[in-house]
């Protein structure tokens, strides 16, 4: 084998001095990236240690902002409950102001004055539903005081007589409330006041006259109209369930869609009046004087009309389901025998010929006897003028 030739001394030293550094390099090269590797994490952690410096500096100044709101929103809070208890305490002021003025004139001997204070009232009523209690009793008092009571000479003229130019009479129409407006104007604002703001208020006008009054609309549930004079009044769809009505004139009244459920109206008169669509549901009707009334559509059902005139009426629209009819007065009354059938009936009841032979009523009226007869009814052979509490 060939011997290669050696190199000379300074040749070798060279390639050992370049191995060596070639060496070094490889070894720089493999801990650079453990070096990079630190730096990127050291470069991480730095970045991690400042944002949560800057959050929680944040934090800290968040909470001084939201404390320093807070104190301002508590500072506001307290100004507005301040002025609102100003303005409270100013409205206040102004309604009791208004309310000692009004009721001052009503004491006034000038009717325009007096009016003036009465609207006043009804506006009061309307702007501070709180007072409505007070205001109506006050208006109540009013109406009772100064209105004509019910007298034995009833009932109500409907119309005065006036000498004309040719030396006769002539006979014009009465309109009560032209000479008392102020009574009419009270029981108007009372009429329409809100019941929900009562608070156990109830209309009292027993023994009041208010001819021909306007009280369309009228609240009065549980309303006190005892011997009231209503002749001609308008009551055309007025509440009145549960009034009461005994013994009160109301011919000729206007009673269109008026609710008189559960109402009590012992002996009521109700002659020619408008009934149409009117509901006395429940209500007791016991003796009441319902004859020649225009009946359309009326709710009659468990109502009690115990000795009550229906004569000539006409009922074939009308709901008489569960009615009482024992003692009823049904002379010339256009109704028929189905609609009777689902009603209380007695040998009592005085009914249309055509009807009092039907087999289906005579039952029905023999089968009410056996229930007075055994004590269900305690006004067997009572006088139907008698059924009053």
Avoid: C, W
Avoid at 173 to 179: F, H, L, M, Q, V
Avoid at 190 to 214: C, E, K, S, T, V
């Amino acid at each position: 084998m060939t011997r290669l030739p050696r190199l000379p001394r300074p040749a070798r030293r060279a390639r050992s001095a370049a191995t060596a550094r070639a060496r070094r390099q490889a070894a720089a090269a493999a801990r650079r990236p453990d070096r990079l590797r630190r730096l990127e994490v050291l470069g991480a952690l730095i970045a991690s240690v400042v944002a949560a410096v800057v959050a929680a500096g944040s934090l800290v100044y968040t909470q001084q902002s939201n404390e320093q709101v807070r104190e301002e929103l508590a500072i506001n809070r307290d100004q507005l409950d301040l002025s609102r208890d100003e303005l409270a305490a100013t409205r206040e002021g102004q309604i009791t102001d208004r309310y000692t003025a009004a009721v001052t004139n009503l004491g006034d001997d000038t009717i325009d004055v007096r009016l003036g204070g009465i609207y006043a009232l009804q506006r009061i009523m309307t702007d501070s539903p709180r007072d409505q209690r007070t205001i109506a009793n006050v208006l109540n008092t009013y109406i009772r005081t100064h209105a004509e009571r019910r007298t034995d000479n009833e009932p109500e003229p409907e119309t005065d007589r006036l000498v004309d130019e040719s030396g006769g009479f002539t006979e014009i129409e009465r309109d009560p409330s032209t000479e008392a407006p102020d009574v009419y104007a009270a029981t108007t604002a009372l009429a329409q006041r809100n019941p929900a703001h009562d608070n156990g208020f109830l209309p009292d006008l027993n023994m009041i006259r208010l001819p021909y009054a306007d009280l369309s609309a009228a609240a009065f549930p549980g309303a006190m109209l005892d011997y009231a004079v209503l002749t001609g009044a308008d009551l055309t769809r007025a509440d009145l369930t549960g009034a009461s009505l005994s013994d009160a004139i109301l011919d000729q009244a206007k009673l269109t869609g008026t609710d008189l459920s559960g109402a009590l109206l012992f002996n009521a008169d109700l002659r020619d009046a408008d009934l149409i669509d009117i509901t006395f549901s429940g209500a007791t009707l016991i003796g009441a004087d319902l004859s020649d009334a225009s009946i359309d559509n009326a709710d009659l059902s468990g109502a009690d009309l115990r000795g009550a005139d229906l004569s000539d009426t006409d009922l074939t629209t009308t709901d008489l389901t569960g009615a009482n009819l024992s003692y009823a007065d049904l002379t010339g009354t256009t109704v028929t025998a189905e609609q009777l059938l689902d009603s209380y009936l007695t040998s009592a009841t005085v009914l249309p010929s055509a009807i009092a032979t039907d087999p289906r009523i005579q039952d029905l009226m023999a089968e009410g006897d056996q229930h007075e007869q055994h004590g269900t009814s305690d006004f067997t052979g009572a006088d139907p003028t008698s059924l009053h509490p």
